[in-house]
């Protein structure tokens, strides 16, 4: 029979940790084994574990970080699902129930997923105030790949994953002050196909205050900046790891090389890592440079500028000259700029409607520049047709 481990770590979450761990154990589908791993909290989290009931094992350990705890259980675990829950959020009952039966309806996924809902409670009324989810993607475009390593959608308490594949990649990174679980979930998708339900199945508690592991704590109020620069980083070392072959296999068709350059160059603008976007931009106009972009290639180049750390690298400085170098190189490199330009237009847009005219001044002088725009100038051949595939055709597991 299949046995679920959930694991919870925690660090100073006391006050929430209770109503997080009477979630696990309200479940329709009993979790078999609950691991608290205590990561040297300082309040009163060892006298909360001790008054809750079910099969619950816990340990503590010096503060090491999140990565060292969830490593340390995973290794105690007894389980063959894994099921990593935050201390502060809160499972719908039935979570457990549909994960599983996920996993049941496609044997071949590694990993079953799903939605969430935000909440925060008002601390002057005590109201519980829930919203949507911050991010959500059109899951019936492209593949969950894809979406992944263009933004993270899917978090831990509403991921199970299958013990072999956690085997399998390796565990979690140590050396990542920030930024583990999306590391995880990235590397989780470049080895086997997920299960994915569109449905909620956790309540994310949203609040303010300091948090991060304890060395590297931050305020809410610094959480861009910090997660920008922690998004960089993470994806650094993908940039070797993932091979180009990962990024066509995304693709359906007789130009998928060239959209794997360009969805390359499209991820790592995301991360505001211009330089490396450009060189795959500028490498993907080499590319049949005489057949034009198909929409699902445009589209690429637009979303290179929607990602939720902005396009403020791009706008200025050497990011921007190799820009307009893109677009005076030959008919498809000016393509590729021109899809980019156009895609800041809702960028430019929002920051217009929210008050923030300076940056929407400059938005709107880099998508009107003549460097940029369209004029009318198109590689002499049709585009070809391309898709994108549901499931990547090469994966690394």
Not at 16 to 23: P, T, V, Y
Not at 107 to 118: D, E, K, L
Not at 326 to 355: H, K, T
Not at 388 to 393: D, F, K, S
Request: with cysteine; hydrophobic share 45%.
């Amino acid at each position: 029979m299949t046995v679920i481990t959930a694991i919870v770590p925690t660090f100073n979450r006391a006050n929430f940790l209770r109503e997080a761990i009477d979630s696990l154990t309200a479940q329709t589908l009993p979790v078999e084994e609950i691991l608290v791993w205590d990561d040297g909290s300082t309040d009163s989290t060892p006298e909360v574990v001790k008054s809750l009931s079910g099969p619950i094992r816990y340990f503590r350990s010096a503060n090491g970080g999140k990565a060292r705890a969830l490593n340390g259980a995973i290794r105690e675990a007894r389980g063959d699902l894994i099921w990593i829950c935050d201390d502060d959020d809160i499972l719908f009952p039935d979570a457990a129930e549909r994960l599983v039966a996920a996993l049941a309806r496609s044997p071949n996924a590694g990993v079953a997923a799903g939605s969430y809902r935000r909440f925060r409670d008002d601390p002057l009324t005590g109201e519980r105030i829930e919203s949507g989810p911050g991010y959500w993607p059109d899951l019936s475009q492209g593949s969950v790949l894809r979406h992944l390593l263009e933004d993270i959608f899917l978090f831990q308490n509403a991921t199970l994953v299958r013990r072999t594949l956690y085997d399998k990649v390796g565990p979690f990174r140590e050396d990542l002050a920030r930024s583990i679980d999306y590391d995880m979930i990235v590397r989780l998708a470049l080895h086997a196909p997920f299960a994915v339900i569109e449905e909620p199945l956790f309540k994310q508690r949203k609040h303010d205050g300091v948090r991060g592991p304890a060395a590297a704590r931050h305020a809410a109020a610094q959480s861009d900046a910090v997660w920008k620069d922690a998004d960089r980083a993470l994806f650094a070392p993908f940039r070797e790891s993932i091979p180009l072959s990962v990024y066509a296999g995304l693709f359906d068709g007789a130009l998928a090389q060239r959209a794997g350059r360009l969805q390359r160059g499209c991820v790592f603008a995301r991360r505001t890592d211009w330089e490396s976007a450009l060189e795959d931009f500028e490498a993907a106009a080499l590319l049949s440079p005489d057949i034009a972009l198909s929409a699902v290639e445009v589209a690429i180049c637009r979303r290179s500028v929607a990602g939720k750390h902005g396009m403020a690298e791009a706008l200025t400085g050497t990011s921007r000259s190799r820009l307009d170098r893109l677009a005076g190189s030959g008919p498809l490199g000016g393509q590729i700029a021109s899809a980019i330009a156009r895609g800041a237009l809702w960028r430019g847009r929002a920051a217009l409607s929210s008050g923030q005219f300076a940056e929407a001044a400059q938005i709107a002088r880099f998508v009107l520049s003549p460097t940029l725009r369209s004029r009318g100038a198109r590689p002499g051949g049709p585009a070809t047709p391309l898709t994108e595939r549901a499931e990547p055709l090469q994966l690394l597991g």
